[in-house]
């Protein structure tokens, strides 16, 4: 006897691909004959359990949130998976690290590819996770919509919390080949942590373990890159897709909601995630007038999964391909005595080495600390800004979803403003900045300087 769908069910049942006309694809060979083998084949997998079994189609669009948080994720699985080689064969000790380095570079097999690979990934990724927020940014994703119990805006705090952890992770990797570019870059990032008056030397003293970078800091730097910060990362992004998923989707899905809830629509039963949920009270609901409705949901399978593993296999593929390329740097082995002149802080800190180099000022006898000004303070306030920023932002919740909404026109000229901002300093500090830290044009030669010592 055929049963009549339960509510919520099939929108999209792909053709068998046995039908007349149908071609099965070179490189994907599932195709569900229904949406109950679908929905199982999500289910029961381990790896694809956590996606729901239906999702919003708009959502899945690439000029939508092009998939910025999961090639961010791909991209970490990628640290993780060509960091554990590394773990075998680099030397946390300030005698041997530099020559393992060396070693993994010039004698390991394939050992200079999985080493480009593996810095790759970790420059891409803080490049990736900055365009996400920017992306969450413009769409106003951290906006609830009409379902109970969504808490977006703590995934944005969430995702503020990541992002410095990625900054963290990045920059703790920086000390570890032992040269002078580490060594050098380590030192300007700590000294800016040792402006804050009073507390500032116990401060650096806390983060690199003395007076000098020397082995303590080494070692610190080292457990804090391969132990604690992926693993607080690795906890908080399980939190953070388990987010999504309680918030009923991306934001995308509440704009549909909230625009048919403003219309006084007659709102279908309301669609629940988990028993437990309605047991409590708390699961987030969607308006099923809006999810249920003709041609807005797919199935995961194969849909979603589809295009993650597009995004996920891609973004393997290109540093792949990238590290095969591009050689990583290994300067001379550090030396205390040596500085480089410029000293320069990694690319992703420089518009604020930029930003402190130009609030140090002398005014009569007195000279503005710009290490604490520009490097303190001021990023303190841009880090406060952000956190409270889905607080702060009062936008109407049918504006969260959509790209550049008209009522969001001030919020958004004025972040983008700040984005070009910080932007311009990292292409000043990056591409202008000569010795002394003076202003040259890239195609000027840089004058001869006696190295400091
Ligand atoms: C390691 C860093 C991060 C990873 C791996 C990550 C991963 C993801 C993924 C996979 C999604 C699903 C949608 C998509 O692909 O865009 C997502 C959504 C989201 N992320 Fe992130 N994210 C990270 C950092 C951030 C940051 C820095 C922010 C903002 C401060 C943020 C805020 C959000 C919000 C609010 C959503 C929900 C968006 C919506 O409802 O449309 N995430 N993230």
């Known amino acids: 006897m055929a049963t009549a769908p339960a509510p919520g069910t099939p929108t999209t049942t792909p053709p068998s691909p046995s039908a007349p006309g149908v071609h099965p694809r070179p490189f994907w060979s599932f195709q569900p004959k229904s949406d109950r083998e679908s929905g199982d084949a999500i289910v029961s997998n381990f790896a694809l359990h956590w996606f729901p079994a239906k999702v919003f189609k708009p959502s899945l669009d690439w000029n939508y949130s092009f998939w910025l948080g999961t090639i961010s994720a791909a991209l970490f699985l990628l640290l993780i998976v060509s960091g554990l080689p590394l773990l075998f064969l680099y030397v946390p000790s300030v005698e041997r690290a530099y020559g393992s380095v060396k070693d993994i570079e010039w004698v390991v097999t394939f050992g200079s590819w999985i080493r480009s690979v593996h810095r790759l990934s970790a420059h891409l990724m803080v490049a990736v996770v900055c365009l996400h927020l920017v992306r969450v940014f413009f769409t106003g994703a951290y906006k609830n919509g009409v379902g109970r119990g969504q808490h977006r805006e703590w995934n944005w705090v969430m995702g503020v919390a990541m992002l410095l952890l990625t900054l963290f992770l990045s920059f703790t990797g920086y000390l570890l080949p032992w040269d002078q570019l580490a060594y050098w870059a380590v030192t300007v990032g700590t000294n800016i942590a040792a402006s804050i008056p009073y507390v500032g030397p116990q401060i650096r003293e806390l983060l690199i373990g003395g007076r000098n970078i020397d082995q303590p800091a080494l070692i610190r730097f080292y457990v804090a890159h391969v132990i604690l910060l992926p693993g607080l990362l690795?906890?908080?992004?399980?939190?953070?897709?388990?987010?999504?998923?309680?918030?009923?989707?991306?934001?995308?899905?509440?704009?549909?909601?909230?625009?048919?809830?403003?219309?006084?629509?007659?709102?279908?039963?309301?669609?629940?995630?988990?028993?437990?949920?309605?047991?409590?009270?708390?699961?987030?609901?969607?308006?099923?007038?809006?999810?249920?409705?003709?041609?807005?949901?797919?199935?995961?399978?194969?849909?979603?999964?589809?295009?993650?593993?597009?995004?996920?296999?891609?973004?393997?593929?290109?540093?792949?391909?990238?590290?095969?390329?591009?050689?990583?740097?290994?300067?001379?082995?550090?030396?205390?005595?040596?500085?480089?002149?410029?000293?320069?802080?990694?690319?992703?800190?420089?518009?604020?080495?930029?930003?402190?180099?130009?609030?140090?000022?002398?005014?009569?006898?007195?000279?503005?600390?710009?290490?604490?000004?520009?490097?303190?303070?001021?990023?303190?306030?841009?880090?406060?800004?952000?956190?409270?920023?889905?607080?702060?932002?009062?936008?109407?919740?049918?504006?969260?979803?959509?790209?550049?909404?008209?009522?969001?026109?001030?919020?958004?000229?004025?972040?983008?403003?700040?984005?070009?901002?910080?932007?311009?300093?990292?292409?000043?500090?990056?591409?202008?900045?000569?010795?002394?830290?003076?202003?040259?044009?890239?195609?000027?030669?840089?004058?001869?300087?006696?190295?400091?010592?």
């Not at 953070?240 to 909230?258: E, F, P, Q, S």
């Not at 593993?309 to 391909?321: C, D, E, M, P, W």
């Not at 080495?353 to 990023?379: H, S």
């Open 234 to 453: 690795g906890a908080a992004f399980a939190y953070h897709m388990w987010r999504v998923r309680k918030d009923g989707g991306l934001a995308r899905v509440d704009r549909v909601a909230t625009l048919r809830e403003k219309a006084a629509e007659e709102p279908g039963a309301a669609k629940t995630y988990t028993l437990l949920g309605v047991a409590r009270g708390t699961a987030p609901t969607i308006r099923a007038a809006s999810l249920e409705a003709r041609d807005l949901t797919v199935n995961s399978m194969p849909d979603l999964v589809r295009r993650a593993a597009v995004a996920v296999l891609g973004t393997f593929a290109v540093i792949s391909v990238a590290a095969s390329l591009i050689r990583s740097p290994l300067e001379e082995p550090a030396n205390p005595l040596v500085t480089p002149n410029p000293a320069k802080a990694p690319w992703y800190f420089l518009w604020l080495q930029e930003i402190v180099t130009d609030t140090t000022f002398t005014v009569g006898g007195f000279t503005v600390n710009g290490a604490f000004l520009g490097g303190v303070i001021l990023p303190g306030i841009i880090l406060l800004v952000l956190t409270a920023w889905p607080w702060l932002d009062r936008s109407p919740a049918e504006a969260a979803g959509v790209w550049f909404h008209k009522t969001r026109s001030r919020q958004n000229f004025g972040f983008l403003l700040f984005v070009l901002f910080v932007l311009l300093l990292t292409i000043v500090g990056t591409f202008l900045r000569g010795p002394s830290w003076e202003l040259f044009w890239p195609w000027e030669a840089w004058p001869e300087l006696p190295t400091r010592i």
